[in-house]
């Protein structure tokens, strides 16, 4: 065929258009599936499958297939490692307002695929009570904090363990004294009303276990610092703490959560950055709820002059923690010695009366009160939801009635309602039963320290509640906002994303339990690295409960054995065949090759 000029025209080759067509849309499907990969790889991303393994390996029929994967051990320097709080890399960011100590995370291509080792020596734990007093030397073998603060009487080194008479920086002469001039001062903590605290700065946590014998769970937070391991002794000894640090993000807790917070010398500038941490303090606490200071520049009148300062500088610091705390409705609430206690306010009168150019201002309707997972502190005063009066101190319900009353702020949670509170509170408790049949020790002194690893009402822990153990109830940051219902219901616990590495050391916790973790993150997490995550965290000899579709069962158990895990698979209590539980136990022991990763 040809022009009307008589040049020839070439026609297309259809068949080589319609192949080259399907080649092209075949390389960008590729190129699209891989770069999704890479991008939920760049981003922590649950990236169950990889290309090798969708390719090569046979799918049975309803579940998921992995290749197993043989972890060698770590080397030994990483027998306390941190990942997210790893001393390795502090250089790598500034001082400024103690920013190294916060959560950095490695990148990717720089996690661990190794099995953290105990120390040589490692033993079993000492079981609760008795781990209250005292714990195995090298468990937490760590000279420089005895040393330093045997004085103190945090500690001391007898043969082969370390006791703990229960003293602090506040309370040489031992932590009962100084608590029992704290419940003179605040009568709510013996009544039932003051339920969950938390304590910055917490030393080895003898404050918080001291509290525990009262009905007053808390959380004791500390940085990993120079001290090394005063998370790692408190969770040894049986007492709930994280590896945390007020100083530019926000601590992963939603607003309105405590019922009381502790400060026992613990070297935060308070007044400093335009009181920015005391924002903190305040966001985080219920209101009625009570702030206890003890140490500089409480009592500075008798004081100052083992502070290597002068009256009058202690005297202008009082007054303008004074100032800071009463333009955020904070009223000074009992004062005795070295403790002064302040109350947040009760109610929004105080916070109404303020003027609108007052500072530091309210926040903005940008500002969400309960968002707690990577979110810079602001200068700014939270107030609190003139709709949830009941969730005020004052007019909770005193413990234990608090547990199983249905919490007012379950009405902010999508679908959530009292019939679907107590309902999970049925499902957990029958749950339960049906758990204690298949692992025996639960509910004995030889399981203490417990995490759900994706609560969502607390149901788990409430069920488990008269046994003696605590629970550190997880809720995803990028899920569900549960975890001020947990709060109010006299629970504890934290926002997380298990893409990361916890805030714990290593070998910290006798039981994890998780209830479709897998299914909920498969979109994001990569399912090793959670696995791993949870062996750097269960201590040798510890308990997995996983409960989980039947689609990830077989995933999850062949991962597990390149653990040295050893699992074996149970029917749910209901036998169905959708969901089955996975009872797992972390190898005791060291291995018998040293790795070099």
Same mark, same amino acid.
């Given at each position: ?10 026609l ?6 319609v ?6 849309i ?9 770069? +999704? ?7 922590? +991303? ?48 500034g ?14 291509s720089?996690? =661990? %695929? ?14 609760w ?10 468990? !937490? ?6 040393? %330093?603060?045997?004085?103190? @009487? ?17 309370f ?6 100084? !608590? ?19 304590? $910055?700065?917490?030393?080895?946590a003898?404050?918080g276990?001291?509290? &525990?014998?009262?009905?007053?769970l ?17 969770l040894e #000894? ?11 993000q #926000? ?11 502790h ?8 007044? /400093?950055?335009g ?26 009148e008798r ?27 904070f ?5 005795k ?9 009760k ?10 150019? $007052? ?26 939801e003139?709709?949830?009066k ?7 319900p005193?413990w ?9 702020r379950?009405?902010?949670?999508h679908g ?6 107590? @309902?999970?509170?049925?499902?957990? =408790? ?13 509910? $004995? ?8 690893m ?34 109010d ?13 916890f805030?714990? *050391?290593?070998?910290? *916790?006798? &039981? ?19 696995l &791993?995550?949870?062996?750097r ?5 510890g308990?997995?409960?996983?409960r ?15 653990m040295?895990?050893?699992?074996r ?5 209901? +036998?169905? /065949?959708?969901? =089955?539980? &996975? ?15």
């Amino acid at each position: 065929m040809k022009h009307k000029d008589g040049k020839p025209i070439n026609l297309p080759n259809r068949k080589r258009n319609v192949t080259l067509a399907i080649t092209v849309i075949a390389l960008c499907g590729l190129a699209f599936y891989l770069g +999704g990969m890479q991008c939920n790889s760049q981003n922590g +991303g649950f990236v169950t499958n990889t290309v090798e393994k969708a390719l090569d390996l046979p799918k049975q029929s309803g579940s998921l297939q992995v290749r197993p994967i043989n972890f060698p051990e770590c080397s030994t320097d990483l027998q306390d490692y941190t990942p997210c709080t790893d001393p390795k890399r502090w250089r790598k960011y500034g001082t400024y307002r103690l920013t190294l100590l916060e959560r950095h995370c490695p990148p990717l291509s720089e996690k =661990k %695929e190794c099995l953290v080792p105990p120390p040589d020596g490692y033993k079993p734990p000492i079981r609760w009570p008795k781990s209250r007093d005292e714990c195995w030397y090298r468990n !937490v073998p760590y000279d420089w904090i005895n040393n %330093e603060k045997s004085n103190q @009487h945090w500690l001391r080194k007898e043969g082969e363990k370390f006791l703990f008479p229960g003293g602090g920086t506040m309370f040489p002469n031992g932590v009962g004294e100084y !608590v029992d001039l704290m419940v003179d001062l605040i009568p709510e903590m013996k009544d039932g009303t003051v339920r969950t605290a938390i304590d $910055t700065g917490c030393g080895v946590a003898s404050w918080g276990g001291d509290l &525990l014998d009262r009905g007053i769970l808390t959380i004791s937070l500390a940085p990993r610092d120079n001290h090394e391991a005063q998370v790692q002794f408190a969770l040894e #000894r049986g007492i709930p703490a994280m590896l945390g640090v007020i100083s530019t993000q #926000r601590l992963p807790y939603p607003s309105n959560s405590f019922d009381m917070a502790h400060c026992s010398r613990c070297l935060i500038p308070w007044t /400093e950055f335009g009181g920015i941490y005391l924002h903190e303090i305040h966001r985080i606490l219920r209101p009625g709820g009570f702030w206890i200071l003890s140490g500089p520049p409480v009592n500075y009148e008798r004081r100052w002059r083992g502070w290597n300062t002068t009256i009058e500088e202690q005297r202008s610091d009082y007054e303008k923690l004074q100032d800071v705390l009463t333009s955020m409705c904070f009223k000074l609430y009992n004062k005795k010695d070295d403790i002064a206690v302040w109350q947040k306010s009760k109610d929004n009168n105080c916070y109404d009366k303020l003027p609108s150019e $007052t500072y530091p201002p309210k926040c903005d309707d940008s500002f969400e009160p309960d968002a707690g997972w990577y979110v810079p502190l602001r200068t700014c005063i939270v107030v609190p939801e003139a709709k949830y009066k009941k969730s005020a101190l004052t007019y909770m319900p005193k413990w234990p009635e608090r547990l199983l009353a249905t919490p007012e702020r379950i009405a902010a949670i999508h679908g959530a309602s009292s019939s679907t509170f107590n @309902h999970d509170n049925s499902k957990w =408790k029958k749950r339960v039963q049906h758990y204690k049949k298949l692992l025996p020790e639960l509910g $004995t002194e030889k399981v203490r320290n417990v995490m759900d690893m994706n609560t969502l009402y607390g149901g788990f822990a409430a069920a488990l509640i008269n046994d003696p153990l605590w629970v550190m109830n997880v809720v995803s940051a990028y899920g569900t906002n549960s975890l001020p219902v947990v709060y109010d219901r006299g629970l504890i616990g934290t926002y997380h994303d298990w893409c990361e590495a916890f805030s714990t *050391y290593p070998r910290t *916790y006798d &039981l994890l339990h998780l209830d479709g973790l897998f299914t909920d993150e498969s979109h994001r997490c990569e399912m090793k690295y959670v696995l &791993l995550e949870m062996d750097r965290i269960l201590r040798p000899g510890g308990h997995a409960i996983i409960r989980e579709s039947s689609y990830f069962v077989d995933a999850i158990a062949t991962l597990a054995k390149g653990m040295r895990w050893g699992c074996r698979k149970e029917n749910t209590e209901y +036998g169905v /065949e959708k969901e =089955k539980i &996975l009872i797992c136990q972390k190898k005791l022991g060291n291995s018998s090759k040293k790795g070099s990763r």
